[in-house]
Structures are given as C-alpha cells and as structure tokens.
C-alpha cells in the first residue's frame, strides 16, 4: 500500500524557516514525481515544488523559487521542503503527492485541480502557520 506521510509543519513567525518532510512507503517503482502543494483557507490548492525521482530535476513556481528547497534522501524514502524566508502569505496546509513523473508534476503546479494519468498518491498534509 501506497503511503506519504507529511511532517514538520507549525507556527513560525514570518522570516523564519520550517522544513517539511514527506515519508513515502509502498512504492515499487522509482519513476516518479513528488510535487508539494499547499491549500490557504478559503483558496484553492496551489502548487509549490516537484522533485523528480528518478533523475532528481527540481521545479519550483515562482510565489516561492528562491526560499524554498526541494530536495530528497533516498535511504530513507523522504522527500523535503525546505523553507526560508517565510511570509505570511505562506500560510497553508501543505500536502505531498506521489505523481506520475515529472512533467506531470510540473503540469499540476498550475493545475492542481487537474489529473494528468498515472500515479496519483496524496498526503494528508501538516499546517503551516505563518505570523506576522
């Protein structure tokens, strides 16, 4: 069985850094994506990251290129999302998700709302609160 598990979210006043982990389990092939996406209250879920797997390219959209990080550790199965520069804006529930390769990942940062085929695995999330 296909798991993420997300971790790491949490209050942080706006200039600080969280660093957001997404553990996946179950998966028998290693050609694909993890995207991180995140969903404000009250607004549609928007993308934020993709990772690809199989040859670790990385895309990030332009609301947070610069401050965040993808990045993964594959001993232990864990892709990361590092974040600096934190603003309030930032404010959201933050999901992984398992996707069917990379382009299809970077396809769905600008519409998450849309399935492109293919693996399609999603995380509960872990908040992120952001004070100003």
């Known amino acids: 069985e296909v798991q993420l598990v997300e971790s790491g979210g949490g209050l942080v006043q706006a200039g600080g850094s969280l660093r957001l982990s997404c553990a996946a389990s179950?998966?028998?092939?290693?050609?694909?994506?993890i995207g991180w996406f995140r969903q404000a209250p009250g607004k549609e879920r928007e993308g934020v990251s993709c990772l690809s797997t199989s040859d670790g390219s990385t895309y990030y959209t332009a609301s947070v290129k610069g401050r965040f990080t993808i990045s993964r550790d594959n001993a232990k199965n864990t892709v990361y999302l590092q974040m600096n520069s934190l603003k309030p804006e930032d404010t959201a529930v933050y999901y992984c998700?398992?996707?069917?390769?990379?382009?299809?990942?970077?396809?769905?940062?600008?519409?998450?709302?849309?399935?492109?085929?293919?693996?399609?695995?999603w995380g509960e999330g872990t908040p992120v609160t952001v004070s100003s």
């Open positions: 179950g998966f028998t092939s290693d050609d694909y994506a």
């Open positions: 998700a398992a996707l069917g390769g990379f382009a299809k990942c970077v396809a769905r940062l600008t519409r998450p709302d849309r399935n492109y085929g293919g693996m399609n695995y």
